[in-house]
């Protein structure tokens, strides 16, 4: 199993005439997941890679016989994104990956709000999306589906991220280590996101191919707290392992800086790299040093 | 973007909060007729974007014009935290019965903006939580749905309020909630927030971060507060690296490169990449006892102009002999083209690529190609097989032999 998509999950891409759009969509088309159209608004009446492209999401569900995508890809320009994901969740989309960097939180606050209300979920912003080794992807997760194959083999780890690039490097070593993936999600890199680990963890709690979770971290935000928090207060029977980068900035010279993502911005004392790893082993998740490390700390709590 | 005090209040004020009749001045002179204007005692406040001005000497009292104009005259020549000030707030001494504190910020866990208000003002809100949780009220608020005063009048209530100063404080706390919407900030504080001998409600200082990403549709408040397009208010001033790097990417739109040295003091190059693999890969040096000479980041595809442009940079840097080329698996990025251009900067200064690249660790997209490449030039290379650690490792040890 998985969590989030199967080999049965249908999705659109808005913005699919963009070019990392074009790239993305031949890549999962590669990798077997199951696109079903794709929204610009002006360009009705193209195709990508044999995917037919439409103006507004209910002329794609009209011309698919009223059948409504489970999910939907969004690469469109920050200043565009809400209102296609408004347009998305309106149209009754259950799961929304959102590729887009840049945006700002309020639009990002408004997007998570309106999901809420509606039933859907959103992975993102500024991630890569998901993969389901062997099965399907959703994103640019991984890259071109051969490359997608050599670092994603199917097995037992979930895999939460908040850089899409480690996604796969942490996933590759846990496959070269015989352990695989389960599903694999990036979740994003910014300061707030659709989905966050603790909000994760009932999808691969109830997930029976999974049987323990890496996680990447970084400084900023509460999120590795949360998830502490939700470890506490849930008997889980998930092992879970932590890295974390970005130690260098708890150093008093680099004070007030923000490095890789929009979303290591450290606002509060709770926010330093050293800060996140006392709360997380003290809620009895191991944070190991070198990515190297996690297929042994994984194996140690199986 | 942080703002400064003078920046803040005009917003605060804008926004309909009673603020004093303060002036802002450039000059000695001006801070002068400033404070004659105001007509009594005064405060000199030292406009920096950093903490700590009272403690630095940044903030002084003045009963007369004169005094006023010459701790102008100090203050504005006085550095704090590596930042010159730009003016001086000219600010009445106020008559102040009690201090509040009235702020908003993200909660990203909720992933709503939070209203923060306390009855006890003037000092650290996160003192005052820790230590007086009774006196701290907190209220989260919808994006979607409009704002209503009673969300404000809650909040304030928490903390015991109550009678004409809940009355008073409640539309103040409500415009903050309302311009931090309006405006994208990602932090607006009114600290302290001060009850006159009068009753009345006045903010004495104020402090905001306008979001980053927001800047594009906050073109309206940019002019009407004055700030060029094009200023950044970083945490520093760019060094002349940062802005080398800056131009490089900006020079062509193809992939992303990003270059920071403030606060790095080594000899090992870093052209790294991308945003958490830069992170680890720095991490990791350091771990195996070696010492940046910077961070950078490559992202999206670069073109051989781009990666050539970093590596130069990089390598121009005083006291850097060796170079680590190091990023985790890459899908977007295609190796071949980043070993192309960190091999051209080094033959383009006159450097053996061999000698000068102590590790070249990019596993992904074209990784055959670029390999050969590589191999044609006797670059140390590593695919996948070798983590990021034990890449980092082989590169300190060149550079540490190399230095020894």
């Known amino acids: ?302 | 973007m942080r703002l400064f005090e003078f920046e803040s209040r005009q917003i605060v004020k804008d926004a309909g909060i009673p603020v004093t009749n303060y002036g802002y001045a450039l000059s000695a002179e001006e801070a002068r007729s400033a404070a004659a204007e105001i007509g009594g005692p005064v405060v000199i406040k030292s406009q920096v974007l950093t903490g700590g001005r009272m403690k630095a000497g940044g903030v002084k009292f003045a009963d007369t014009p004169e005094e006023a104009a010459a701790h102008a005259a100090e203050i504005l020549e006085l550095e704090i935290g590596g930042h010159m000030p730009r003016g001086v707030l000219v600010d009445p001494k106020a008559e102040v019965e009690q201090e509040y504190y009235a702020g908003i910020v993200w909660d990203g866990t909720r992933k709503q903006p939070m209203m923060l208000f306390s009855d006890m003002g003037g000092i650290d809100i996160e003192e005052v939580a820790e230590q007086h949780p009774d006196h701290v009220g907190r209220g989260h608020f919808s994006n979607l749905l409009p704002f209503s005063d009673f969300q404000a009048k809650q909040v304030i209530a928490q903390t015991g309020v109550t009678g004409s100063e809940l009355n008073r404080a409640t539309p103040i706390l409500a415009a903050l909630a309302r311009l931090f919407q309006t405006c994208d900030m990602t932090l607006a504080e009114i600290n302290p927030l001060a009850r006159l001998s009068d009753g009345r409600f006045v903010a004495l200082d104020a402090h905001m971060d306008l979001e980053d990403e927001a800047r594009p549709r906050q073109k309206a408040l940019m002019a009407q507060l004055g700030i060029p397009a094009e200023e950044q208010r970083e945490a520093h001033e760019a060094t002349p690296f940062e802005t080398a790097v800056t131009a490089i990417d900006s020079a062509d739109h193809r992939g992303v490169i990003q270059g920071k040295d403030a606060g790095f003091h080594g000899n090992i190059g870093l052209v790294i990449g991308a945003g958490g693999g830069s992170l680890t890969l720095t991490d990791a040096v350091r771990s195996q006892g070696g010492k940046p000479a910077n961070y950078s980041e490559i992202g999206g595809n670069p073109s051989v102009a781009k990666a050539c442009g970093l590596a130069k940079a990089v390598l121009e840097k005083d006291g850097v002999e060796k170079i680590a080329v190091m990023m985790s698996i890459v899908s977007n990025t295609r190796v071949d083209i980043v070993a192309r251009g960190v091999i051209k900067a080094c033959l383009e200064l006159g450097k053996d690529p061999g000698e000068t690249i102590a590790i070249f660790r990019i596993p992904g997209a074209w990784e055959e190609e670029g390999f050969k490449i590589l191999d044609h030039y006797g670059v140390e290379y590593c695919d996948r097989s070798v983590s990021m650690h034990e890449a980092a490792r082989r590169a300190v040890e060149k550079v540490q032999g190399a230095a020894a």
């Open chain 1, 1 to 302: 199993m998985s969590i989030l998509i199967n080999e049965d999950t249908t999705f659109i891409v808005q913005g699919i005439t963009g070019r990392e759009a074009v790239n993305l969509t031949r890549e999962c088309l590669d990798y077997g997941s199951k696109i079903v159209g794709g929204v610009t608004p002006g360009r009705k009446g193209r195709e990508v890679h044999g995917v037919p492209v439409f103006d507004t999401i209910d002329q794609l569900i009209d011309h698919n016989g009223g059948a409504v995508p489970d999910g939907s890809v969004v690469t469109v320009p920050p200043g565009f994104t809400k209102d296609a994901v408004f347009e998305a969740i309106e149209s009754g989309i259950g799961l929304i990956v959102i590729v887009t960097e840049r945006i700002p939180r309020r639009d990002v606050a408004q997007m998570v709000e309106l999901a809420n209300l509606r039933g859907a979920r959103i992975i993102g912003p500024n991630c890569l999306g998901l993969v389901v080794p062997g099965v399907a992807k959703m994103g640019g997760i991984g890259g071109p589906a051969r490359n997608t194959e050599q670092a994603y083999q199917p097995g037992q780890v979930g895999v939460m991220s908040r850089s899409g690039g480690m996604t796969t490097e942490i996933s590759s070593t846990l496959t070269a280590a015989g352990l695989g993936v389960s599903t694999a999600v990036s979740i994003g890199g910014d300061a707030i996101i659709g989905s966050t680990y603790a909000e994760l963890m009932p999808l691969f709690e109830a997930d029976e191919q999974t049987e323990a979770i890496v996680i990447y971290t970084e400084p900023g935000g509460r999120m590795e707290a949360q998830l502490a928090e939700w470890v506490a207060a849930n008997d889980s029977r998930l092992p879970i392992v932590a890295f974390m980068a970005g130690r260098f900035m708890d150093d008093e010279e680099m004070k007030g800086m923000s490095f890789g993502h929009a979303g290591t911005i450290v606002e509060g004392k709770e926010d330093t790299a050293s800060e996140k790893i006392l709360r997380l082993e003290a809620a009895g998740i191991p944070v190991v040093e070198r990515i190297d490390e996690i297929p042994d700390a994984v194996k140690a709590k199986l």
